[in-house]
């Protein structure tokens, strides 16, 4: 018999040894699939999730076209170059302007194609509090080309010029079905009011979080954009895509979308290379490695027990000539035959659970989702990947059980060698090389995502080769704890191979969570920094136009905020019929500062006081009025470093927008004050006799509304101001605000961290006391107390917890800095680093103490009493 066939053979054996000892200890073999089938699962509904919402071109078209063949639209130009997607790369061949018409459509594709006009545009609608934004679709949604782009929840479809149908959105905030819905068109030349008859409630194909609405073709008019038709009849293909883009039109093919043609067929102005995304690369790859180290260290200590508990047979097999190699092929298999189980069964769940996330998922997103998508490749790599993770978990146990001393495991006696003494040195010269990565990869100019990757990598793997001696020397330390937590700390010392997969899981999870927690509030802190306020903390404001009564403003604020103060604030009208009035400030002919944000109605005030909601920083506001009131301007600037800090003459000039010369120059004296954390919402407050001497337009250009307007308030606010003419945008200032996104993350980061330390500590745990039997049994029969199984489990939990996320610590601050510096780097280069103290107090001692509360309310009592005989 060859080599070959004996070893698969021998293979054979092992895998139904494996299958019948998982078979055997249930309880053991279900901790381990859990084990392995959890991040498979999250990662197979993940993966579910993710393709469902990612709408693909082809999984598009109905709601894109309908059931037409193609959707035609003009480009502006007489010539028009594309990809299979217009909505991708497209190139302009000719810079003529042209208006497409439905003769060149039909000229290119057929006179017999049935056209059905298709146009999308932004008007504004009238809501039961005022006025709001509405999508409008022009089309025959009666016609069958149209099937896809709307479903009819209830009525019907317009039918004639005055009916329309309205989304759910639309009629939550206005008419519903059976009333009178009026559509504004607002132009230069006016306003224009269309009364439609509500006639159906239909749910729109693109958007399910904006107010939407449908009408027949020319309804509201003819559309200010190129002309759109949804094409009937045979498909359109590729050729056809390209003649219709030499007259200057572009074409969304169904057949092109749903099965493209070569990329060769591509002209070449489309052509574009699209980089590798290094830095998505490195961290996609540091993150798979992270998992499956993780899933491996969190795995490891049942594998251990398990080889633990087939000891005596392995020491029968090697006393009776087995060879190390089938002890390690042993102890594989059920590595193999888990892995095996846990990643497909992790894989089914997964399907399972991403269907039922699907719908949650969608209620966060303002697109629908596309029809529910397996990404069955995709599975398949993250089963493989669950299997690879089972068989490395095994790895060390199945060398350790190889090179067991046979003498000792059949005479009863139990325990490990010391620990090795290469592996701690080497594991501080791979944390080294971690720090050395660090810097390299964050440093100021030419950062590196693959450095700040490795840096990550080298720490945990260092980390992880320094468990064995942390673990030894706290069994050392120990002599001095009372007696369940000098029994814990003694038993995971003598027991390294159980005990140390389980410390590096939970220090793992720690570094990893640290890392994130500093990057997450580096980044933040930076994006505070940098955050310029429009207003002072706490105000809202109205610009108005020239000629805008105050007074109509007033009444709204009153009905809609009441009780709130509302100033009117007076400035330079610098928008007045058709001109611009350019107001320009400089020093020894330097610009002095950036053009002002505008939000109270204009850059330059004017008065003889700074208004509150300017926001000027404390004891600048004394020094602002005094200087008003003597007759100089008061120049407001922020933190930036840009302009001169004292001035104290400036030169003001005045021009036309357009004009040669400027109207109006003069040097006035001048003090600079600041505004808190940035610019403001102007550049300067002139005095009165300042505007007169310049000749400058001077009126009500703004309200500030104190205090601030809430969040539940503002969108009927907005609404209701859009109902008087000349009113401009509110603009509420409620400081920085996180994004949600970051508050999401830091959510699932803290409970993530969690649940796997949890489970390492547990895992850990569990597996001590099942192995600690004989032990606690030697206990009990000595007279120990019942509680004392409670002690020693909760113990254990202590040890294994505090030990993983003491080290774990300062292991994640070593990418962590590195990951922080390039995302809080300001302008000058200087960087913010930002420990989150609540996050690392939680992982850190919240945690293991939480576990070990838990594992000593959970642990049975009572302390078994069986004989020794292992």
Not at 32 to 48: F, I, N, Q, Y
Not at 742 to 754: E, F, H, N, P, S
Request: charged share 20%; glycine share 12%; with cysteine.
């Amino acid at each position: 018999m060859s080599h070959r066939s004996h070893a698969l053979g021998g293979w054979r054996v092992a895998l139904r040894l494996a299958r019948r000892e998982a078979w055997r200890r249930k309880a053991q073999t279900t901790l381990m699939l859990v084990l392995v089938c959890l991040p498979v699962l999250a990662v197979a509904a993940a993966a579910v999730v993710w393709r469902t919402a990612s709408v693909s071109g082809a999984e598009g078209v109905d709601r894109r076209m309908g059931a037409s063949a193609a959707l035609v639209s003009g480009s502006g130009t007489s010539e028009v170059v594309q990809a299979f997607d217009p909505d991708g790369t497209t190139s302009w061949v000719s810079e003529d302007e042209h208006v497409a018409s439905a003769e060149e459509v039909r000229g290119v594709l057929g006179a017999d194609r049935e056209l059905v006009p298709l146009a999308r545009e932004y008007l504004s609608y009238r809501t039961d509090r005022g006025v709001g934004d509405l999508l409008v679709t022009e089309t025959d949604l009666a016609n069958p080309l149209t099937e896809g782009l709307f479903r009819l929840d209830d009525g019907r479809y317009p039918s004639a010029a005055d009916e329309v149908v309205v989304n759910p959105v639309a009629a939550g905030r206005g008419p519903g079905l059976g009333e009178t819905l009026t559509v504004l068109r607002r132009t230069a030349d006016g306003e224009t009011r269309t009364d439609l008859h509500v006639v159906g409630i239909a749910t729109s194909a693109t958007t399910r979080e904006e107010p939407v609405a449908a009408v027949l073709p020319g309804a509201l008019g003819t559309p200010d954009d190129q002309p759109s038709w949804l094409v009937g009849g045979g498909p359109v293909s590729w050729d056809d895509v390209r003649a219709l883009n030499a007259v200057g039109l572009l074409a969304a093919s169904r057949q092109v979308l749903t099965d493209p043609p070569p990329d060769s067929a591509l002209p070449p102005e489309v052509v574009t290379d699209e980089p590798v995304d290094e830095t998505r690369l490195t961290a996609l790859l540091l993150v798979a490695t992270m998992v499956l180290l993780e899933v491996v260290l969190l795995a490891g200590p049942a594998f251990a027990v398990r080889a633990r508990s087939q000891a005596r047979t392995l020491a029968l097999v090697a006393a009776a000539g087995g060879t190390p190699a089938q002890a390690r092929r042993t102890v594989l298999a059920s590595g193999v035959v888990v892995g095996l189980a846990g990643g497909l069964l992790g894989a089914v769940l997964g399907i399972g659970v991403g269907a039922l996330l699907v719908p949650v998922a969608q209620r966060f997103q303002g697109t629908w989702f596309g029809p529910l998508e397996v990404p069955w490749p995709l599975l398949a790599v993250v089963a493989c990947f669950g299997l690879a993770a089972a068989v490395l978990a095994a790895v060390v146990p199945a060398f350790s059980a190889s090179r067991q001393d046979v003498v000792a495991v059949l005479a009863g006696r139990r325990g490990e060698g010391r620990p090795s003494r290469r592996s701690p040195v080497l594991g501080l010269v791979l944390v080294g090389a971690a720090i050395a990565s660090g810097l390299l990869g964050s440093r100021a100019s030419g950062a590196s995502p693959a450095l700040v990757a490795a840096s990550a990598l080298l720490s945990v793997v260092g980390m992880i080769l320094l468990v064995a001696t942390v673990v030894a020397l706290v069994g050392q330390l120990a002599r001095r704890f009372p007696l369940a937590l000098r029994f814990a700390a003694r038993d995971a010392a003598r027991h390294r191979t159980r005990t140390v997969p389980a410390v590096a899981a939970v220090g793992a999870t720690v570094a990893g969570v640290i890392t994130l927690g500093l990057a997450l509030a580096s980044q933040q802190a930076a994006d505070e920094r940098d955050y310029d306020p429009l207003l002072a903390d706490g105000y809202a404001a109205v610009p108005v136009e020239p000629g805008t009564d105050p007074a109509a403003v007033r009444q709204v604020l009153a009905k809609r905020v009441p009780g709130a103060r509302v100033d009117e604030v007076v400035g330079v009208r610098q928008g007045t019929g058709d001109t611009w009035t350019n107001v320009s400030l400089d020093v020894a002919g330097d610009p002095f500062g950036l053009a002002a944000s505008g939000s109270l109605g204009s850059g330059f005030l004017v008065g003889s006081a700074v208004p509150d909601a300017v926001g000027l920083a404390p004891g600048d506001r004394a020094v602002a009025d005094r200087a008003l009131a003597a007759g100089r301007i008061v120049v407001v600037r922020g933190s930036e470093a840009f302009g001169p800090d004292v001035a104290d003459t400036v030169h003001v000039v005045v021009d036309e927008d357009g004009s040669a010369a400027p109207t109006a120059s003069l040097e006035a004296p001048a003090v600079v004050v600041r505004a808190d954390g940035g610019r403001g919402t102007v550049e300067a407050v002139l005095p009165p006799a300042v505007a007169k001497d310049l000749g400058l337009d001077v009126g009500t250009v703004g309200l500030t509304i104190a205090p601030t307007v809430s969040v539940a308030a503002q969108a009927d606010l907005t609404e209701a101001l859009a109902t008087v003419p000349g009113a401009g945008p509110l603009v509420v200032e409620r400081g920085y605000q996180p994004e949600d996104g970051v508050r999401i993350l830091q959510w699932v980061l803290a409970v993530l961290g969690g649940i796997l330390m949890l489970g390492g500590t547990l895992t850990a745990t569990f597996l001590a006391l099942s192995d600690a039997r004989p032990d606690l049994a030697t206990m009990a029969a000595v007279g120990a107390r019942s509680r004392t199984r409670r002690r020693v489990a909760a113990a254990y939990a202590l040890v294994v917890g505090l030990a993983g996320a003491l080290l774990g610590t300062p292991i994640g601050f070593i990418p962590g800095i590195a990951v922080s510096r390039p995302l809080s780097r300001g302008d000058d280069g200087s960087s913010l680093l930002v420990v989150p103290w609540p996050l690392l107090g939680l992982v850190v001692v919240g945690l293991p103490l939480l576990t070990a509360a838990a594992v000593g309310l959970c642990a049975r009592s009572r302390l078994p009493l069986v004989a020794r005989i292992d």
